[in-house]
């Protein structure tokens, strides 16, 4: 069966109902609270546009196949432009649904969002959990250990050379060459730089003195488009090292992160356990589900360089025929199912019980 998507990179989104391993949502009334039933039964007919975070690719490939498989009348298009451009879209009205590794901003909060009825607005919907894995392609170098100052020096242009002494001081036994380093950082508006940002910016702050932002803060390095963009960037050179999603890490070398007194391998069970610790920001809607990381744990099971991806959506949209489709993909992709999917395709790590019922019940609030 042939599936029209346009995609290449997406996000992880959330739920109304959980349902069945191949069963998806369908239906859903545009009354606050409804829910959706059996793929089954599917009458949605119509298309969704959505705009953002080029980090969760793998996971909306599956989700969107999935979907699509499940109500043959229902196209999703998603354009992996990067979080910034996603949410700028979204807020235009180019498309209906963003995806982005961060939330939205207060500013941004204060816009006039095209596509939701008047005097309304969007909210967060955390989906999608991924460690942002710091990727490497050093010759003769197969394991490194970096901590945060390290890092931060790296990617600020104070480290330039791979024997520099702060990174033997860390690889005692590894046998660094003196090749330049070139560091990648994206060179679009990117979720994932933000994150990065934070993570530096409180673990290494007298380093990291730019305040966390979509937007590389230095001119050292070089740029490139999407997570595709960086690790081909630093798979196609010598002496590179980047960041990105560890969904597309591939056969790179991933550096090992200095927790408290370890030093931490990534993964999706240390990525859900910060997300699990950490708060959610103050002052927000009800239904607006942003998470404040914690990025300074010391505890050697958690793995603090994570990124939650949220899918924005109106709280009540202009047309109800777009929140049926919105609240309906949002339910499976948050469903158990969904979750599942994600963690099978791309590695990530699933909503805990707890996060996945916030969710859950802000979609049921769509309309």
Same mark, same amino acid.
């Given at each position: 069966?042939?599936?029209?998507?346009?995609?290449?990179?997406?996000?992880?989104?959330?739920?109304?109902?959980?349902?069945?391993?191949?069963?998806?949502?369908?239906?859903?009334? #545009?009354?606050?609270? &409804?829910?959706?039933?059996?793929?089954?039964?599917?009458?949605?007919?119509?298309?969704?546009?959505?705009?953002?975070?080029?980090?969760?690719?793998?996971?909306?490939?599956?989700?969107?196949?999935?979907?699509?498989?499940?109500?043959?009348?229902?196209?999703?298009?998603?354009?992996?432009?990067?979080?910034?451009?996603?949410?700028?879209?979204?807020?235009?009205?180019?498309?209906?649904?963003?995806?982005?590794?961060?939330?939205?901003?207060?500013?941004?909060?204060?816009?006039?969002?095209?596509?939701?009825?008047?005097?309304?607005?969007?909210?967060?919907?955390?989906?999608?959990?991924?460690?942002?894995?710091?990727?490497? #392609?050093?010759?003769?170098?197969?394991?490194?250990?970096?901590?945060?100052?390290?890092?931060?020096?790296?990617?600020?242009?104070?480290?330039?050379?791979?024997?520099?002494?702060?990174?033997? &001081?860390? #690889?005692?036994? &590894?046998?660094?060459?003196?090749? @330049?380093?070139?560091?990648?950082?994206?060179?679009?508006?990117?979720?994932?730089?933000?994150?990065?940002?934070?993570?530096?910016?409180?673990?290494?702050?007298?380093?990291?003195?730019?305040?966390?932002?979509?937007?590389?803060?230095?001119?050292?390095?070089?740029?490139?488009?999407?997570?595709?963009?960086?690790?081909?960037?630093?798979?196609?050179?010598?002496?590179?090292?980047?960041?990105?999603?560890?969904?597309?890490?591939?056969?790179?070398?991933?550096?090992?992160?200095?927790?408290?007194?370890?030093?931490?391998?990534?993964?999706?069970?240390?990525?859900?356990?910060?997300?699990?610790?950490?708060?959610?920001?103050?002052?927000?809607?009800?239904?607006?589900?942003?998470?404040?990381?914690?990025?300074?744990?010391?505890? @050697?099971?958690?793995?603090?360089?994570?990124?939650?991806?949220?899918?924005?959506?109106?709280?009540?949209?202009?047309?109800?025929?777009?929140?049926?489709?919105?609240?309906?993909?949002?339910?499976?992709?948050?469903?158990?199912?969904?979750?599942?999917?994600?963690?099978?395709?791309?590695?990530?790590?699933?909503?805990?019980?707890?996060?996945?019922?916030?969710?859950?019940? &802000?979609?049921?609030?769509?309309?």
């Amino acid at each position: 069966m042939d599936i029209p998507v346009k995609f290449s990179r997406f996000g992880r989104v959330a739920v109304v109902a959980a349902v069945a391993a191949v069963a998806l949502t369908s239906c859903a009334a #545009n009354e606050g609270g &409804a829910t959706a039933t059996s793929a089954a039964a599917s009458d949605l007919k119509g298309s969704l546009a959505g705009s953002g975070a080029s980090s969760q690719g793998s996971a909306q490939e599956a989700w969107v196949a999935a979907f699509q498989t499940a109500n043959p009348d229902v196209t999703i298009n998603y354009s992996p432009d990067g979080s910034g451009a996603g949410r700028k879209a979204f807020i235009a009205g180019g498309v209906q649904f963003a995806g982005s590794d961060s939330a939205l901003s207060d500013e941004e909060l204060t816009s006039t969002f095209a596509a939701c009825a008047a005097d309304t607005k969007a909210i967060d919907l955390p989906v999608y959990i991924s460690p942002i894995a710091v990727i490497f #392609n050093v010759e003769g170098v197969d394991e490194l250990n970096l901590d945060a100052s390290t890092i931060a020096k790296i990617f600020a242009g104070q480290i330039t050379s791979w024997d520099d002494p702060a990174i033997v &001081a860390l #690889n005692p036994d &590894a046998k660094l060459p003196s090749t @330049a380093i070139t560091a990648v950082h994206r060179s679009d508006d990117s979720g994932t730089t933000k994150n990065f940002a934070d993570y530096l910016g409180k673990n290494a702050p007298d380093v990291w003195t730019a305040e966390p932002a979509d937007t590389f803060p230095f001119q050292s390095g070089e740029g490139a488009k999407g997570t595709s963009g960086v690790v081909d960037t630093v798979k196609g050179g010598t002496g590179t090292i980047g960041y990105a999603d560890a969904s597309k890490a591939g056969d790179l070398g991933v550096a090992k992160i200095k927790v408290g007194e370890e030093f931490v391998e990534y993964s999706a069970e240390g990525a859900a356990a910060v997300v699990e610790g950490s708060p959610l920001v103050e002052g927000r809607e009800a239904n607006d589900i942003a998470i404040k990381l914690d990025r300074e744990t010391t505890d @050697a099971t958690h793995y603090p360089i994570v990124l939650v991806s949220y899918l924005i959506a109106c709280q009540e949209y202009a047309d109800p025929k777009v929140a049926d489709l919105v609240k309906a993909y949002a339910g499976y992709i948050a469903s158990d199912a969904g979750q599942e999917e994600a963690a099978k395709s791309a590695g990530a790590a699933p909503l805990s019980a707890d996060l996945a019922k916030k969710v859950q019940d &802000a979609i049921a609030t769509i309309k």
